[in-house]
């Protein structure tokens, strides 16, 4: 890890912030792109001179640019780009008591953010990571994306949540293959329950019922495994058009 550039997307909490961490820690540079009122700021006060902020939608191709151009200009690379900005919502696809049907609005808001701004990222960066110079295996750089495991076995209500998370399991083979000949692996993880900020703000007896569900170690996920995983990724270049299941042998009950 030591000298490498990366980009993280939803840096400033849960998933994210625990990569950003990390790679700091191993010795990257880390450029953290969340919204401009997230804790990206303070974040990279914590880190030192090893971590940047640039506020970014993930819909936003001129934001992704923008981050793109700073990365250029500071470092001159991109070595590896994690994928790890995302929204859910919860809400049956007809509510039998309000006799109201799931908003169209909101499913089409959580593809925009999680499918298109995974996509719109993945392909502004690209062009950036094809520069450096190959190493001995003809790798150029990883690409990490977040799916979930709500992708295989949602839940009740997460019909629009699901489907996000299931569209970047089917991308994740196809990018792959395009970016073979260039030398860019790419690779997503599908995390179970972790202890993260959406997690954190249900009851403590939600918190403790979800846990047991875990067949083990029966608990929350810490964002420091998943950001463990994404090293081991980074460093195992034989890892590549993989789905990863990071969740403690969890398989959620409807």
């Known amino acids: 890890m030591n000298g490498l550039v990366a980009l993280v997307t ?3 909490s849960g998933l994210g912030l625990g990569v950003v961490r990390r790679f700091v820690k191993e ?9 401009p009122n997230s804790k990206g700021n303070d974040i990279v006060k914590e880190c030192g001179d090893s971590a940047i902020f640039t506020p970014m939608n993930v819909t936003s191709s001129d934001d992704i640019n923008a981050a793109v151009n700073t990365i250029d200009k500071k470092f001159g690379k991109l070595d590896v ?4 900005a995302g929204i859910a919502c919860a809400h049956k696809i007809y509510n039998f008591i309000t006799n109201k049907p799931h908003m169209i609005e ?10 298109t701004g995974t996509f719109n990222v993945i392909r502004l960066c690209v062009p950036l990571i094809y520069k450096n110079k190959p190493n001995n295996d003809g790798q150029r750089g990883v690409i990490i994306n977040t799916a979930s495991i709500a992708a295989f076995e949602g839940q009740m209500g997460q019909v629009a949540y699901s489907a996000s998370k299931g569209a970047i399991v089917g991308m994740t083979l ?11 692996r790419v690779v997503t993880i599908a995390p179970g329950i972790f202890d993260t900020p959406l997690l954190g703000s249900l009851p403590e007896k939600v918190r403790t019922f979800l846990m047991k569900t875990v067949p083990f170690p029966s608990r929350l996920g810490n964002p420091d495994e998943f950001a463990k995983l994404t090293q081991h990724i980074v460093e195992n270049s034989y890892i590549n058009g993989e789905v990863i299941r990071l969740d403690g042998a969890l398989r959620m009950p409807s």
Do not use: E, S
């Open 106 to 115: 909101d499913f089409q808001n959580i593809q925009n953010v999680n499918v």
């Open 174 to 184: 196809p990018l792959a293959r395009d970016l073979a000949q260039p030398g860019i």
């Open 27 to 35: 010795g990257a540079k880390v450029v953290l792109a969340d919204l």
């Open 10 to 12: 939803g840096g400033a």
């Open 81 to 84: 780009l994690v994928n790890a």
